[in-house]
């Protein structure tokens, strides 16, 4: 490469035309599929003092070649609720339902869900609803078993004294007795229909749907629930569903918009949902070139759901239908040498260089970029190392 001095006369190799301003001008915010795209970086070259014009009269300055880490993360807007949606039906005929749950109230394993003449339905966990009643006697099924686990779990059984089987044994029928005892009901072995509500987990109930004092109708429903883990939920745009896959680490930002936790992605819908436009965020927005995102000339933009579990539960309180931004990671490198983008200099025969001190002034040295950053850029050159100057215009 020929030296090029800085007062632009140019050396062996021929003039160099200056296309610094062009080449700034096109380095703005990287926009990704109609969804704002945020860069980190771990350090940035530092500007000196002012120096002498450049070519163009442009006043300039000095930076350091770096060694650092360089992110380019994908923002997608989302929601923080809850996972899940359960409904829970009456099976008990009675007079009135006497106590019934409080929106939001979260009910877990062993505790009343509802109540009908007094007498309680309790929640259980299990994936199979009750369908008769529980007694020494009854045909072998998979819900005598559910029965035996949700016995040992409450402290009514242990696994030595109680076998978890599809058979309901004297030892089930000792436990269904001191479950009984400690509730106040009528102790008999027996587990009638109805007393009993079976859900995956504990419970976060968003719906009631009878009143204190209401008839019960069996068969009805009472109450809709989610699970308490709270989970995000993101509209990713289509073109940006490569980025993601289930196992994937993000971090999500809290509406605080300070609070930054990390997640996983627990599920990325394959079925495409064209919206009437806009971002997820409710923003509106038009995909690059003035098109239909999903190619359909409707006007909206084809997006997938994403949804994220919380790595700290706990740090999200009981925020419910939040917004929240979902920090996916589209490119990285790590441990690479970075100038500022502004050092950058555009060679009228294609590529970048940087200008670095030389004998009688600035020589430009040819670069391979890889990487940019919101302030830095990736670059390979012969005899470029950590804290190597080079030229900037002064700020």
Same mark, same amino acid.
């Given at each position: 490469?020929?030296?090029?001095?800085?007062?632009?006369?140019?050396?062996?190799?021929?003039?160099?035309?200056?296309?610094?301003?062009?080449?700034?001008?096109?380095?703005?915010?990287?926009?990704?599929?109609?969804?704002?795209?945020?860069?980190?970086?771990?350090?940035?070259?530092?500007?000196?003092?002012?120096?002498?014009?450049?070519?163009?009269?442009?006043?300039?300055?000095?930076?350091?070649?770096?060694?650092?880490?360089?992110?380019?993360?994908?923002?997608?807007?989302?929601?923080?609720?809850?996972?899940?949606?359960?409904?829970?039906?009456?099976?008990?005929?009675?007079?009135?339902?006497?106590?019934?749950?409080?929106?939001?109230?979260?009910?877990?394993?062993?505790?009343?869900?509802?109540?009908?003449?007094?007498?309680?339905?309790?929640?259980?966990?299990?994936?199979?609803?009750?369908?008769?009643?529980?007694?020494?006697?009854?045909?072998?099924?998979?819900?005598?078993?559910?029965?035996?686990?949700?016995?040992?779990?409450?402290?009514?059984?242990?696994?030595?004294?109680?076998?978890?089987?599809?058979?309901?044994?004297?030892?089930?029928?000792?436990?269904?007795?001191?479950?009984?005892?400690?509730?106040?009901?009528?102790?008999?072995?027996?587990?009638?229909?109805?007393?009993?509500?079976?859900?995956?987990?504990?419970?976060?109930?968003?719906?009631? $749907?009878? !009143? %204190?004092? &209401?008839?019960?109708?069996?068969? /009805?429903? =009472?109450? @809709? *629930?989610? #699970?308490?883990?709270?989970?995000?939920?993101?509209?990713?745009?289509?073109?940006?569903?490569?980025?993601?896959?289930?196992?994937?680490?993000?971090?999500?930002?809290?509406?605080?918009? $300070?609070? !930054? %936790?990390? &997640?996983?992605?627990?599920?990325? /819908?394959? =079925?495409? @949902? *064209?919206? #009437?436009?806009?971002?997820?965020?409710?923003?509106?927005?038009?995909?690059?070139?003035?098109?239909?995102?999903?190619?359909?000339?409707?006007?909206?933009?084809?997006?997938?759901?994403?949804?994220?579990?919380?790595?700290?539960?706990?740090?999200?309180?009981?925020?419910?239908?939040?917004?929240?931004?979902?920090?996916?990671?589209?490119?990285?490198?790590?441990?690479?040498?970075?100038?500022?983008?502004?050092?950058?200099?555009?060679?009228?025969?294609?590529?970048?260089?940087?200008?670095?001190?030389?004998?009688?002034?600035?020589?430009?040295?040819?670069?391979?970029?890889?990487?940019?950053?919101?302030?830095?850029?990736?670059?390979?050159?012969?005899?470029?190392?950590?804290?190597?100057?080079?030229?900037?215009?002064?700020?």
């Amino acid at each position: 490469m020929a030296d090029v001095r800085s007062d632009g006369r140019s050396g062996p190799g021929g003039p160099v035309r200056w296309r610094r301003a062009g080449l700034l001008a096109g380095l703005g915010a990287l926009v990704a599929g109609g969804a704002a795209v945020a860069v980190t970086a771990g350090l940035s070259g530092q500007a000196g003092a002012a120096g002498p014009a450049g070519p163009g009269g442009v006043p300039v300055a000095s930076a350091q070649v770096v060694r650092t880490n360089i992110t380019n993360t994908v923002q997608v807007g989302g929601s923080l609720g809850y996972a899940g949606s359960v409904t829970i039906t009456d099976q008990l005929q009675g007079t009135a339902y006497t106590v019934l749950p409080a929106l939001g109230e979260v009910v877990r394993r062993g505790h009343r869900l509802f109540e009908v003449d007094g007498g309680p339905v309790v929640l259980f966990y299990g994936h199979r609803p009750e369908w008769r009643d529980l007694s020494l006697g009854v045909t072998n099924g998979p819900d005598v078993a559910q029965l035996d686990v949700n016995l040992i779990a409450l402290g009514y059984a242990t696994a030595q004294t109680l076998t978890v089987s599809d058979t309901f044994t004297f030892a089930t029928a000792y436990a269904v007795q001191r479950w009984q005892a400690a509730m106040g009901r009528t102790v008999t072995g027996v587990v009638p229909l109805g007393q009993i509500a079976y859900a995956p987990g504990p419970l976060r109930v968003t719906t009631v $749907t009878p !009143t %204190v004092g &209401g008839l019960p109708q069996p068969g /009805s429903a =009472v109450l @809709t *629930a989610t #699970s308490d883990d709270p989970v995000v939920s993101s509209a990713l745009p289509v073109s940006q569903e490569y980025l993601v896959r289930k196992g994937d680490r993000v971090s999500v930002t809290l509406p605080d918009g $300070t609070t !930054t %936790v990390p &997640g996983v992605v627990v599920s990325v /819908s394959r =079925v495409a @949902t *064209a919206a #009437s436009g806009g971002t997820p965020d409710g923003s509106a927005s038009a995909p690059p070139g003035g098109g239909s995102g999903d190619g359909s000339g409707s006007g909206g933009t084809a997006t997938v759901e994403l949804i994220v579990a919380l790595a700290h539960p706990r740090v999200a309180g009981h925020l419910d239908q939040a917004p929240v931004t979902v920090n996916v990671t589209s490119a990285s490198a790590r441990n690479v040498l970075a100038v500022p983008v502004s050092a950058l200099v555009a060679l009228a025969g294609g590529g970048y260089a940087v200008q670095v001190p030389g004998r009688g002034g600035q020589r430009l040295v040819a670069v391979r970029t890889g990487l940019f950053g919101a302030t830095l850029v990736q670059v390979t050159g012969a005899g470029l190392r950590p804290g190597t100057p080079v030229q900037v215009p002064a700020s």
